[in-house]
Structure formats: structure tokens, C-alpha cells
């Protein structure tokens, strides 16, 4: 799913609320909602929930299960809202549009990894003193309401009306506003200190009923992408001297579509896209020796039988012919610039002599003018693992790309993991694992 095209099409249903990503708690007003107006409520609830239920069932991704739970809350108020005769709940205060861009937003995106996810980041003033980890007793934390691209997208849903987040950023004093310029700050001070694989996460806030001109330019400007209409500081101040109700529809807004962005934002944000990329060369990518065995291997470039007399290798070959390696190492190896440390060169060229068929010799012959060898310079923090699945050669090869801030393209998933579990997250990619197989063919 894209970006824009599947978020343009979530329409002008939902209704106006001032909740932010933190749940508010139900507010009442003076003159009670007609009952009709609360089942129309109670009905979108229980739709959304049993939409949550079917996400549910398909994937467990962290976080839903307290969208879920909020869900289930808001549904179960509203039906004792509908059921009483007393009810003072105010519609306009509700949780459920927040609740139902959220779900849209999630659904809407690529590789989502987390929902309501909680990121730490450092004080200003102990920056310098733990600015190597994203822990730290004197650390602040943020929410980010979805992570999206395998981390590397934060999104920041705003369901408020323009009118309450303009007042706000210009400072209200009422705890009902909340300052999302000061917000955005910690978050994108936040990146910084939660880097995927080296590089920043980008920043984006949906606004589901808009937002003026003035914030939306305050927003550019600590390089946070908007998504949502565009809208006319003029119109909004025209809005605010007729009516007091900050949650109604605005004139120029109520008729169009939701989640759609400005010509003017989308041309920002592409100017930045293309002075970042023009201004920067490929990333690097660290090969792990699984990586240039896999490339080279007879298995993954045609040779696939299911006869081989190993068990392993007729395992391996049945997943190849379902979930083949190559294409994914050569998608990585387009879009870095490659690198193999000493020690992984002198671990390949050992294993193909030993055991490389002739085909296999003249692949790895011209992969090896495709990358550069670098020196052995594992990171401080490699040079300290433990553990029988971090031999010396491994605490090299993972170290060297940690030191280089190279992401390590690898099968060797039990390393990375034994390395996390000493709090040591390396930057990876994984690929299948295939051998070399040549010799096992002839």
C-alpha cells in the first residue's frame, strides 16, 4: 500500500475531536446529544472493533492489542451513554475519530512494526554522556502513535480540529490543547537517539480534519512531513470570530477529502528528498560471508536439485525453490555500496578454494570486483560479546560494520540475537541461507 493514493480514499466520515495520540478521558457538556447521534457512535465503534479483531487474527503487531483495548473501552462508554437518560457525553470529545484514523493509517502502511510505541531518548543536557544508547536513568521518552517501514517511518496522528491545534502551538494554557510543535521536537530529537540501520527515521503527522498554514510551516521547518489539507490561516481566523464550537467543520474543508497533502507540501518534501540523496552517497553495505556464499552458490543462480544426499541440503533446496535467496541479496547489493572486512575476504576465499565448484570460482570472481575489502576494525562494543555463537570472526565482521555504521547483510541470525541479548543491537539485514553446492551436483 502507498502513502497517499490508499489514504486519500478515507473519507469525510469521521468526526471532529480534539484527543491527541494519549487517550483522553470522556468530558461531558451542558445539552445532551440527540440519542440517534450516540448509536450512529455506538455503531462506527463496533465496526472499528471488529475490524481491529480481523487485524487481530491475521498479525500480532506490538501495540495492537492496546488499540484494541481502547476500542473495546470507548464502545462499551458509548452503549452506557445511549442506555441512560441522563447521558451529558459530548460527541465533539470523543476518542473514536482518533481511535478510527489511527486504524486507517496502520492499514494503510508498509512493513508496521509497532502501535503506541514509547522511544527514550536523552536530556539536552546529558546528551553527551549517553548519546551512544537510547537508555539511560536520566532519559525522557516520546510516543509515536505508528512505526512503519520496518522503523524507519514514524507517524503522528492528529485528530484535533485546526482551531484547537493553532491555539495550542500559540500557547493555551488549558491542558485541552497541547503544544504539537514542542511535541515534534522531542520526537525528532528522539530520531536521532534511534537510528535504523544509521539513519534517522522520518517524521510525519497526519491531520485528519487539516491544519493552517502557519503550523504546517512551522511543522517543515524541523523537516517533519504533513500529511493532510493545507488550509488558510484566514479561513480558520474567520471560523473562530463566527463561532466558539472549535470543533465544527471548517468552510473550504467539510466537503473534500481527508489525508490528502498541498502541492506546495509535496514539492517541500521532495526538494528535501532530492537534496538529501544528491548530497549524500549509496549507504555502506557490509557482506557477511553467508551473504558472498549464498550469491555464489550453485543453488540460488539455477543448479537446484532434490536428490542431493544430505538432508540439509535438500531442506535447503526445497526452500529455495520457494523463497529464493538471490533476488533479495542483489536488491540490497543495488542500493549500497559494498563492503567485506579482511577477515570475511580471507574466510570466503578459504571456503571457495575448499570447496567452490567451477562455477561457483568464476561468480565469486567477479562479485569480488563488485565490493571493496576494508581492514578489520571491530567496535568497542562488538570487541566486549560473549557466547559460543559470537566466535572471534563474527565479533569482527558484526564489528566492523558497527564501527563503519555499515548495516551487515547476514543469515546468521543466532549472532545478532546473542548480541542483542547483551544489549547490543547490531544494524542487519537477513537473507536465506544457501551453500555452496557445485560439487554436491556433479
Known amino acids: 500500500m502507498s502513502d497517499s493514493e490508499n489514504l486519500s480514499d478515507i473519507s469525510d466520515e469521521l468526526f471532529a475531536s480534539d484527543s491527541d495520540s494519549e487517550i483522553t478521558s470522556q468530558s461531558f457538556s451542558r445539552d445532551p446529544p440527540a440519542n440517534e447521534e450516540i448509536c450512529s457512535f455506538c455503531d462506527q465503534a463496533e465496526n472499528l472493533q471488529h475490524r481491529i479483531n480481523e487485524l487481530w487474527n491475521r498479525e500480532r503487531i506490538p501495540g495492537l492489542a492496546k488499540l484494541r483495548k481502547c476500542v473495546v473501552k470507548e464502545c462499551a462508554f458509548l452503549k452506557s451513554q445511549k442506555d441512560s437518560r441522563t447521558s451529558r457525553f459530548s460527541i465533539t470529545t470523543s476518542n473514536l475519530p482518533y481511535l478510527e484514523v489511527v486504524y486507517r493509517v496502520l492499514s494503510a502502511e508498509n512493513d508496521v512494526v509497532s502501535i503506541f510505541k514509547r522511544f527514550r531518548f536523552p536530556n539536552s543536557s546529558t546528551a553527551g554522556t549517553i548519546a551512544g544508547s537510547s537508555h539511560g536513568a536520566k532519559s525522557k521518552t516520546c510516543e509515536v502513535d505508528i512505526v512503519s517501514e520496518n522503523g524507519a517511518k514514524w507517524i503522528k496522528v492528529k485528530a484535533q480540529s485546526p482551531l484547537a491545534t493553532q491555539r ?32 534517522p527515521p522520518k517524521v510525519v503527522v497526519v491531520f485528519s480534519k487539516g491544519v493552517t498554514e502557519s503550523i504546517a510551516r512551522s511543522i517543515r521547518d524541523l523537516t517533519v512531513f504533513v500529511r493532510g489539507d493545507i488550509l488558510s490561516d484566514f479561513v480558520l481566523a474567520d471560523e473562530d470570530t463566527h463561532s466558539g464550537d472549535d470543533s465544527r467543520d471548517f468552510a473550504g474543508y467539510s466537503g473534500g477529502k481527508l489525508l490528502t497533502t498541498s502541492r506546495e507540501d509535496l514539492e517541500w518534501f ?172 556433479d
Open 168 to 199: 495550542g502551538c500559540e500557547g493555551e494554557s488549558s491542558l485541552r490543547y497541547k503544544n504539537l510543535i514542542e511535541s515534534l521536537k522531542r520526537i525528532v530529537h528522539a530520531t536521532e537517539f534511534n537510528k535504523v540501520h544509521f539513519q
Open 270 to 441: 521532495e526538494s528535501t528528498k532530492t537534496r538529501e540523496y544528491k548530497d549524500s552517497e549509496k549507504p555502506l553495505l557490509n557482506v557477511d560471508v553467508t551473504a558472498l556464499v549464498s550469491y555464489v552458490s550453485d543453488m540460488t543462480n539455477g543448479y537446484i536439485k532434490d536428490s542431493f544426499r544430505d538432508e540439509f541440503l535438500r531442506r535447503m533446496a526445497s526452500d529455495e525453490s520457494k523463497v529464493p535467496a538471490l533476488p533479495l541479496i542483489e536488491k540490497h547489493f543495488a542500493n549500497h555500496s559494498l563492503i567485506i572486512c579482511q577477515t570475511a575476504n580471507d574466510r570466503f576465499r578459504s571456503l571457495m578454494t575448499a570447496v567452490g565448484g567451477d562455477r561457483e570460482l568464476e561468480r565469486s570472481k567477479k562479485l569480488m570486483s563488485l565490493v571493496t575489502v576494508v581492514p578489520d576494525q571491530p567496535s568497542e562494543r562488538s570487541k566486549a560479546l560473549k557466547g559460543g555463537s559470537l566466535s572471534p570472526e563474527n565479533k569482527i565482521v558484526f564489528g566492523t560494520g558497527d564501527f563503519l555504521q555499515a548495516t551487515t547483510l547476514t543469515a546468521n541470525q543466532a549472532a545478532v540475537r546473542s548480541a542483542a541479548s547483551q544489549g547490543v543491537d547490531f544494524s542487519v539485514y537477513f537473507h536465506p541461507a544457501r551453500s555452496l553446492t557445485e560439487r554436491e551436483n
